[in-house]
Every structure is written in structure tokens, then in C-alpha cells.
């Protein structure tokens, strides 16, 4: 089973709205939202962080978000009182972007560490593992067309970054000027990518082929539309 996350945040539609975006990005993730207090008011309750937590962990740990310092406390304290604390982290990440990647990694069947570290390396992305993979062969580059009717839009980049799990491979997609790293799903949605643009593919590494071909595959077959 995937690693599952909980997002805490002092409002419980805020929480809910982060859950809903993640889980939209890895359906076989269990995301659960806990914010606001009971009564529905403003606020960060243990309570209801300790029965997300035990609804989250399908047996592979859970990785906890908190959108502000107090929603940190809770969600820490809901850790410490877990009977094997090492079961779950508070990841030190941006609520939305942080939830995302990690949502991506779990979906990749990443552990528990490695989605903690794309939750707090979301948006900043690993320069030693692009340097490694930059060292590794010459650049391949392809071109092609996006012919699915919602382009680059939520489900098919997250699709598209998780066709790369486990590969040693730095991939960039160009779109209209403007570059994102193809494993970063929010960095593809910002390239505002539509039906009928072009994007160029560069990738580099070990792996470079494989991913290029994974890719061309998903495009191809219309990201499944």
C-alpha cells in the first residue's frame, strides 16, 4: 500500500480543497483532510489530526502537511502520541505544492521518506540529481503536439510525472517559451499548456530514453482522454 498523507490546516475547507487537489493527482493515495476545529470553526484540533493520521496509514506511514505554525504543533503532538512515532512525519513543505508532489511520489510508490522529500522539496527541485543526470550522455530531444481536448491541465501532468518514477533521468518540457521540470506536476500546469500547442521534450541521464519514450506513449495515447 502507498504511503498516505493528511493535510491540517486551521480551516476545514482549506484542508478539504488541498485534499481534493492531491488526490485528483494520485487516485490510489489516501489523502485525508483535517482542519478546522470541531464546530467548524477556525482552528487546528488533536483530535480530529489523530483520527486523520489512523485513517491515512494503510500500513506504509503517513506524511502530515499543516498550512501554519500552530496546525505544525498539533500535527506534531498527534505524531508524538502515535504508539511508533516513526510511522508518520511532519514534513516542513508548502501546503499545496508540498501536498501535491507528495501525492505524486506516494502514487509512484515511493516510502516514506523519499514522498517526505518531495513534499519539502517541492518547487525547488534536486540540483545534485540534475547535475548527475546532465553528466550522463548527451541531451535527447523530441518534439510533439498536445491533441488531448485539456493539454497539460491537472490529471495528464500528473500522468505525465509519474511515468518517471524510478528513472535516473532530469526531464524538461518546453512550451511557448517558458520550461518546467517534467516531474514537477504544479511546474507542467504552469506552462498553461493547451490542445494544439507544441512542446519540446530534452531529456538527460541514464534513463533519458525511457522517459522520453513513456512520454511520447502518454501523448500518443491522449493521456488516456
Known amino acids: 500500500m502507498s504511503v498516505g498523507l493528511v493535510i491540517v490546516s486551521h ?6 480543497g488541498v485534499a481534493e487537489l492531491a488526490a485528483q493527482m494520485a487516485p490510489d493515495v489516501r489523502v485525508v483532510p483535517a482542519g478546522g476545529l470541531a464546530g467548524g470553526d477556525i482552528g487546528t484540533d488533536f483530535e480530529k489530526v489523530t483520527a ?7 500500513g506504509s506511514g503517513v506524511v502530515l ?11 506534531e503532538m498527534a505524531v508524538e502520541a502515535l504508539g511508533d512515532p516513526g510511522t508518520a512525519v511532519v514534513a516542513d ?9 507528495a501525492a505524486v ?9 523519499a514522498v517526505t522529500r518531495a513534499a519539502t522539496g517541492a518547487g525547488v527541485g534536486s540540483e ?3 547535475a ?14 498536445l491533441r ?11 500522468m505525465l510525472a509519474r511515468c518517471l518514477a524510478g528513472l535516473r533521468a532530469d526531464v524538461r518540457v518546453r512550451v511557448r517559451g517558458s520550461e518546467a521540470d517534467a516531474a514537477s506536476v504544479l511546474g507542467l500546469m504552469g506552462l498553461g499548456a493547451r490542445k494544439g500547442d507544441r512542446a519540446t521534450l530534452v531529456a538527460t541521464g541514464a534513463d533519458a530514453e525511457e522517459a522520453v519514450r513513456r512520454i511520447l506513449a502518454l501523448v500518443a495515447d491522449d493521456f488516456g482522454e
Do not use: W
Open 11 to 16: 480551516s476545514e475547507r482549506l484542508a478539504a
Open 128 to 130: 545534485a540529481e540534475q
Open 93 to 101: 513543505a508548502p501546503l499545496v505544492e508540498g501536498a501535491v508532489a
Open 132 to 145: 548527475l543526470a546532465a553528466e550522463e550522455g548527451e541531451p535527447i530531444t523530441e518534439e510533439f503536439e
Open 148 to 158: 488531448n481536448e485539456v493539454g497539460l491541465h491537472a490529471r495528464p501532468a500528473a
Open 65 to 75: 502537511l499543516y498550512d501554519l505554525g500552530s496546525a505544525q504543533m498539533t500535527a
Open 52 to 58: 486523520a493520521l489512523s485513517d491515512a496509514d494503510t
Open 105 to 113: 511520489a506516494a502514487q509512484g510508490g515511493k516510502d516514506l521518506d
